[in-house]
């Protein structure tokens, strides 16, 4: 494992801090979620490159752990592009969206 690899995964372990019983869970999100900042470290641009590096760590977790862990995928699986959603409606996707990705965590941490 490369050094910027292993520095990722531990900063996502870090973040997440599952407890003992959740470490199984905890090392496939981190190793995916390194991955992924991987892939995209070489071509962020515009609002990322501000970010810390502890909230880019937070956020692609987040990212993760939404699109694996919880149901959002099933949400929007039927959605095509010509569909669009009135705005109070996508407000309360992400609400929704974030609430299920808050609890997934707490739910898992010491």
Known sequence: MSDRKEELVSAVKDYLAFS???KE????I???TSETMLKTEKCESGVINHLTFDKKVMFA??????HTYTSYDDRFIEVTIEQSYPEDLEI???VEET?????????RRR
């Open 30 to 32: 981190a190793e995916e």
């Open 25 to 28: 869970v905890e090392s496939e």
């Open 61 to 66: 977790a987040n990212a993760c752990i939404r």
């Open 20 to 22: 003992d019983e959740n």
């Open 99 to 107: 609430d299920e990705v808050a609890e997934f965590i707490r739910l």
């Open 92 to 94: 309360e996707n992400e």
